[in-house]
């Protein structure tokens, strides 16, 4: 995912945007120069809604044997057609994704003091928080705050989570486990429909990588100069995202506008991440997204990114190589690509994908 960017913004956070406002409200007439990205990578405020997003009813997966393989069979459909979908019945409350969005907006409304000890720019920190607010920069920003932090086995990790506010851990540990079953019965049914079984990589997923990313943005006076997050594919076999409110934009696998995707309450979207990419040998391909803003509301979302463990490697299936499919991507593993981040700018267009791809 995007994140080097934040190495000249980590130091230099600002919270006088006071995040529940809009941008008049805030009296903010323009965006600082230091934001404004080039005319060809500006968010068009055209962007067509996308019209046809795969809506999976994912409760078919724990239904019949004929119910579940045609859930299987949409799902690898969208993966291979789209890159992405969104599931509905996936089993996680209304109040858990509430609660974990409240926690999420209580944690960045509070005071510097509370979020400036988690601040760094070492990516592999486990926590760790950051800012492209900043003044007097000389390179172009992110309008977003946001909160990272690992999150299986939660045990492991939720000591160093905030322990303010109060609630934050109980309530974003709720969603975190809920949100990573779901995770797991669709790369069950993700794996299935490649033809590997659905138990391909579930003993790895046990032990794999859960980091949540908590993302706020803030009313921005010109939403069509600068972006929320730049660019990008996810470092993950999938991301599943929570969001509040209209901001998300793809570029699916068969086209090559970007689209803006629709929030539905209650709905869950999940990507195809970098690593599915390498193991499915290119068969679903990782979706490039960015984040754009609006000048009314505060947007938050939380994407959740399922992966193995720090050093095991996703290898591209051998099933799904053969003479007419030669194998296309290197094998990585999560600190591989913590290694890419730390020596490449993904802000400014460096791809962990595109660098495993073995050159034919
Ligand atoms: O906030 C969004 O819509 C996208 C977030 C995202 O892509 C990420 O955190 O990787
Ligand atoms: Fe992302």
Sequence with gaps: MEDKQQKSSDHGHNDEFSIGKSAQERGLPYVPDCYVIPPSERPDENTETSKDVPVIDISGLRSTPHERSLVVKDIGVACRQKGFFQIINHGISQSVLDEAITAASNFFELPKKYKQEFMSNDVAKPVRYGTGLKDGCDVVQFWRIFLKHYAHPLEKWIEYWPLNPPDYREKMAHYAVNVRNVAMEVMGAITESLGLGNSY???ELEDGMQVMAVNCYPPCPQPDRVLGLPPHTDYSCITILLQTGQGLQVISTNEEEWRLIPDNHGVLHVHVGDFLEVLSNGLYKSVLHRAT???EKTRYSIASLHSLGMDEKVETAKELVDE????????????????????????????????LKIKS
């Design 293 to 295: 803003l609006n000048s």
């Design 324 to 355: 007419q499919h030669p194998k296309g991507y290197k094998g990585s593993s999560f600190r591989d690509f913590l290694k890419f981040l730390s020596t490449n700018d993904i802000a400014e267009g460096s791809s962990f994908i595109k660098n």
């Design 201 to 203: 990589m579930s003993e």
